[in-house]
């Protein structure tokens, strides 16, 4: 069992950051591969839509994106984590998941003349367990975290719950530190202990 995370954070030493390796290192306990990808160093333009993905099969334009995107399907499970910007995930992973998402859905699928019937085949996230890590310092996880789930529903994904939603409150100007957010690392656990039950279920 393979889990990718992503943050979408350009801190160093973030809060998502600490959120999502609480739930990959609880996943570690139980015996699965992780890896943390932090886009912070990395250069990705968000979707020209150029549209070329839909007969090339893949996103045409060369930078980071691919490599994370190799990573992405290599995974059986996926950890989406964004710090709340103005209520929103961070340009940097709307870049990415713009680009993953569209070129993903011309892997088996052509796109439809008007009129013409979607014929479902499929995509490159098909049946991955996706879930979202988002962090503020007050408010606007929930406004993150349905993007992320609507990207994920959007996009074939299964998605595990936990026991509150996954979020995590933390930042500065008065806010915890995300290591004393007792109840959010509860809640990661509990995450990491769902996902790694859907994705044992999902494989049998
Ligand atoms: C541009 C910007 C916008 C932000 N918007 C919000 C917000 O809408 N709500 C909030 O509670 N915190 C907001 N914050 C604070 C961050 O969400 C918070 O500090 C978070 O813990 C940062 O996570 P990170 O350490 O993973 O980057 C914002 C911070 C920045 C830099």
Redo the contacts with the bound molecule.
Sequence with gaps: MKIVAV?G???KE????FYLKTVLKELESKGAETKFISLRDKAIKGCCACYSCVEAKKCVVNDDFQEIFGELMTADGILLGS?????SITPELKALLDRAGFSGRWYANEMKKSGEAYSWSGNAFSGKVVAPVT??????QNFAFAQLLLWATCNDCVIPGSSYWNV?V???GG?VNARDDEEGITIMKQLASNMYRVINALSK
């Design positions: 943050s954070s350009p801190r973030s809060n998502t950051e710090p709340s910007y103005h209520s962090v503020a310092r007050r408010a606007g995590g933390a930042g500065k806010a």
